[in-house]
């Protein structure tokens, strides 16, 4: 086994050029009052991995060109499409009128485990709540189901970043055992 080059890597990879045209996983992103500006980072990062849709930032989540951002995305914030909007229910709406299905990261009592998701829940959008205070109830109410990571020792949760990497990279593996 011998560890591949940077170059190497580089051959399978897009290219920015290329990513306007870029298959995307059909899943939109909402976060919602993250406070930490390293887990904004981590998740342009790992959104730029499972090539999502679109982000958009909402409440008082920090938002590029901060460096705390910039230096954890390492360069993500210029190949994922994202926006700021105060209101994450202002997009929400936008994104129920076009047929989007609306899916809270959350511990719910009819959330299902983040496994379950299944092809006919696609196109969705994510919506990924605070680190200390989750989805708030005002936008559970409208979203329309909600998925869970279980937690097998003491703590309630993962990190925020954490848990949005394996619910985002789970959405990618369904997606693509679909010829969509």
Known sequence: MRKLTHD???LKRSKPEDIPSVKKL???VILNSIRSNYNVGSIFRTSDGAMIE???LCGYTPHPP???ILKTALGATESVKWEYI???LTIIKKLKNKGIKICALE???NSRPYYEISKNDF???LVVGNEITGVSQEILDHCDFSIEIPQYGIKQSLNVAVAYGIAVYQ???IYDEYDF
């Open 8 to 10: 190497e890597i580089s």
């Open 26 to 28: 059909p899943v939109y």
């Open 54 to 56: 679109k982000l958009y």
């Open 66 to 68: 901060k460096k705390e």
């Open 86 to 88: 105060n209101d994450p």
């Open 107 to 109: 511990l719910t009592e």
């Open 123 to 125: 196109p969705l959008a």
């Open 171 to 173: 959405m990618r593996k």
